[in-house]
């Protein structure tokens, strides 16, 4: 396929009324088999309140750790959770509740006032429409208690839209770091929170929209044009500039705050969902890959920067729900990148989690599928990859707010499975 440069502005009004309209291929039929092999161990992060809604990584307290960022978007509140030492990784960790976030969707780690310390921000959706920034306490000591942290609401995304993503980054080089940030809807833009010289003083940040959006699901900053500056890529559900795209850093200067070039790499007639990238293989190409809902996952790769790209698909197996989140690592340890994803609309005898054996290699045959959580689980989210248990392989970090629990929907919450590779 070419890659399309398209300057859809001019479109944007057209489809303000109808973003929400995309072609949607339901989930295969419970009768299905499901994936080869027995579900991994399940071990629950939290299952104390309603909703998870993605799980955000980073070292927060200084222990050399890594934790955890959860919003709860039905429980209203964002958590911070440690990661405990030794075994203790294999049972309710550490939490701390750092504030109330009505509908919140996202909730990322970032130090966003440069003290050393790992604050968090919230984006939330629904009647809130509002992103707020959780300070963290001056002593490390003092991370698990609620009253140690302040929140506050980030006057200029207070109304904007409904948010849904954010991801630091250092935009325009000056101050602080800044805040890259998306929604959802007919208001919908990506753009970029300016941090001041005073990064504590919230109302003199500054948001710049670069562009239209329909339904972010992911957003990831990366240099895609080789030009030592930053890029965003996102990954966009609905409407009329749907798909997988990035929008071109104009440099430093005035023109940042202005539109950003959007280039589609492709997903245009797909419902895409979350979005993950190779760190690039032997040969030096890029390769992103999406999950796509009820329609197997996308992979799209260039030989090199400013080469087109070219895509194909690799099948949704049997047995699934609809992908969803989506991850890339060597799970069974034979040097091959395997494929992890999550699922929603996995009920009944549906798995929600499992992986594909070494899908990169060729795509001319369904892989074959391998088990991870069994059909205990409705609706999983976005993912991470990592070993938390320390015994040389890979584990699944994700959570999940759909599995009925004491008779309600209540969700198994934060919780990670245990590669039984080693």
């Given at each position: 396929m070419r890659l399309r440069h398209t300057n859809s502005s001019c479109l944007w009004p057209i489809f303000l009324t109808a973003w929400f309209l995309a072609p949607y291929r339901p989930p295969l039929d419970a009768a299905e088999p499901i994936p080869a092999g027995k579900p991994w161990p399940l071990h629950v992060i939290d299952g104390s309140s309603q909703g998870a809604d993605g799980v955000r990584l980073a070292e927060i307290n200084g222990d050399d750790r890594i934790d955890v960022t959860t919003g709860w978007e039905e429980g209203g509140i964002t958590r911070v959770y440690l990661q405990p030492r030794g075994d203790a990784v294999g049972q309710p960790w550490p939490a701390v509740t750092v504030g109330k976030t009505p509908s919140v969707e996202d909730a990322v780690p970032v130090d966003l006032d440069g003290d050393g310390r790992t604050d968090v921000v919230s984006c939330c959706e629904g009647g809130r429409r509002t992103m707020f920034v959780h300070w963290a306490p001056p002593e490390a000591r003092d991370y698990l208690s609620p009253a140690a942290w302040k929140t506050e609401p980030l006057p200029a995304s207070q109304g904007v839209m409904m948010w849904m993503f954010c991801v630091p980054m250092q935009v325009d080089g000056r101050a602080g770091v800044d805040l890259v940030a998306a929604g959802k809807g007919g208001d919908a833009r990506i753009g970029w929170f300016e941090a001041p010289d005073d990064p504590r003083d919230l109302a003199a940040w500054r948001w710049h929209p670069i562009g239209p959006a329909g339904w972010i699901m992911s957003l990831r900053t990366l240099d895609v044009d080789g030009d030592g500056d930053r890029d965003i890529l996102a990954s966009d559900r609905r409407g009329p500039l749907r798909g997988c795209r990035w929008l071109e850093n104009p440099g430093t200067g005035?023109?940042?705050?202005?539109?950003?070039?959007?280039?589609?790499?492709?997903?245009?007639?797909?419902?895409?969902?979350?979005?993950?990238?190779?760190?690039?293989?032997?040969?030096?190409?890029?390769?992103?890959?999406?999950?796509?809902?009820?329609?197997?996952?996308?992979?799209?790769?260039?030989?090199?920067?400013?080469?087109?790209?070219?895509?194909?698909?690799?099948?949704?197996?049997?047995?699934?729900?609809?992908?969803?989140?989506?991850?890339?690592?060597?799970?069974?340890?034979?040097?091959?990148?395997?494929?992890?994803?999550?699922?929603?609309?996995?009920?009944?005898?549906?798995?929600?989690?499992?992986?594909?054996?070494?899908?990169?290699?060729?795509?001319?045959?369904?892989?074959?599928?391998?088990?991870?959580?069994?059909?205990?689980?409705?609706?999983?989210?976005?993912?991470?990859?990592?070993?938390?248990?320390?015994?040389g392989d890979l584990d699944v970090m994700t959570c999940e707010e759909g599995e009925p629990v004491a008779g309600r929907r209540h969700g198994l919450g934060v919780i990670w499975y245990e590669n039984p590779t080693r």
């Open positions: 005035p023109s940042q705050t202005e539109s950003w070039r959007n280039h589609f790499i492709g997903g245009r007639e797909d419902e895409v969902m979350f979005l993950t990238t190779t760190g690039g293989d032997t040969q030096g190409t890029t390769q992103v890959l999406a999950a796509v809902r009820g329609g197997g996952f996308l992979h799209f790769r260039r030989s090199a920067v400013g080469q087109p790209w070219t895509s194909s698909r690799i099948p949704l197996p049997s047995g699934v729900g609809s992908g969803k989140g989506i991850g890339i690592g060597d799970v069974d340890l034979d040097g091959k990148l395997d494929l992890v994803f999550t699922c929603e609309s996995a009920g009944g005898e549906k798995s929600g989690v499992a992986w594909l054996a070494d899908p990169l290699e060729s795509t001319d045959a369904t892989p074959t599928a391998h088990e991870i959580s069994g059909p205990r689980g409705i609706k999983f989210d976005r993912l991470e990859l990592l070993d938390l248990d320390a015994d």
